[in-house]
Protein backbone atom coordinates (compact mmCIF):
# COMPACT_ATOMS: atom_id res chain seq x y z
CA UNK A 1 0.00 0.00 0.00
CA UNK A 2 2.59 2.41 1.10
CA UNK A 3 4.70 1.43 -2.11
CA UNK A 4 1.85 2.36 -3.97
CA UNK A 5 1.26 5.60 -2.60
CA UNK A 6 4.84 6.97 -3.16
CA UNK A 7 5.18 4.96 -6.15
CA UNK A 8 2.33 7.37 -7.71
CA UNK A 9 3.82 10.30 -6.45
CA UNK A 10 7.00 12.30 -8.77
CA UNK A 11 9.84 13.67 -7.10
CA UNK A 12 9.68 11.31 -4.52
CA UNK A 13 13.75 9.92 -5.26
CA UNK A 14 14.58 12.81 -4.46
CA UNK A 15 13.63 12.71 -0.78
CA UNK A 16 15.74 9.49 -0.84
CA UNK A 17 19.00 10.74 -2.08
CA UNK A 18 18.97 13.46 -0.17
CA UNK A 19 18.04 11.47 3.27
CA UNK A 20 21.46 9.32 2.42
CA UNK A 21 23.44 12.04 1.60
CA UNK A 22 22.30 13.87 5.46
CA UNK A 23 23.04 9.76 6.78
CA UNK A 24 26.14 9.25 5.24
CA UNK A 25 27.78 13.01 5.90
CA UNK A 26 26.59 13.09 9.24
CA UNK A 27 28.56 9.74 10.45
CA UNK A 28 31.31 10.47 7.85
CA UNK A 29 31.64 14.00 10.40
CA UNK A 30 31.38 12.12 12.97
CA UNK A 31 34.27 10.27 11.99
CA UNK A 32 36.28 13.07 11.38
CA UNK A 33 35.58 14.79 14.52
CA UNK A 34 36.54 11.85 16.77
CA UNK A 35 39.93 11.39 14.53
CA UNK A 36 40.83 15.43 14.90
CA UNK A 37 39.82 15.62 18.81
CA UNK A 38 42.51 16.81 21.16
CA UNK A 39 43.51 13.83 23.24
CA UNK A 40 43.89 16.09 26.12
CA UNK A 41 39.68 16.74 26.12
CA UNK A 42 39.00 12.94 25.53
CA UNK A 43 41.53 12.03 29.17
CA UNK A 44 39.87 14.75 30.90
CA UNK A 45 36.32 13.95 29.90
CA UNK A 46 37.15 10.41 30.17
CA UNK A 47 38.09 11.37 33.69
CA UNK A 48 34.97 13.49 34.82
CA UNK A 49 32.77 10.60 36.39
CA UNK A 50 35.74 9.91 38.60
CA UNK A 51 35.77 13.62 39.74
CA UNK A 52 32.34 13.87 41.02
CA UNK A 53 33.20 11.03 42.93
CA UNK A 54 36.01 11.88 44.28
CA UNK A 55 34.78 15.12 45.19
CA UNK A 56 31.70 13.40 47.33
CA UNK A 57 33.87 11.07 48.73
CA UNK A 58 36.18 14.19 49.88
CA UNK A 59 33.06 16.02 51.31
CA UNK A 60 32.01 12.88 53.15
CA UNK A 61 36.03 12.97 54.49
CA UNK A 62 36.19 16.50 55.50
CA UNK A 63 32.41 16.30 57.13
CA UNK A 64 33.55 13.59 59.23
CA UNK A 65 36.84 14.96 60.13
CA UNK A 66 34.62 18.29 61.28
CA UNK A 67 32.62 16.17 63.68
CA UNK A 68 35.93 14.27 65.25
CA UNK A 69 37.23 17.71 65.62
CA UNK A 70 34.17 18.79 67.90
CA UNK A 71 34.49 15.47 70.13
Do not use: C, H
Not at 34 to 44: A, C, P
Request: hydrophobic share 40%.
Amino acid sequence: MIRDVLGSMEGVSGYAIFSLILFMGFFIGLIVWTMKIDKNYLNKMKMLPFESLRNKNNDKFEKNSEKQNEK
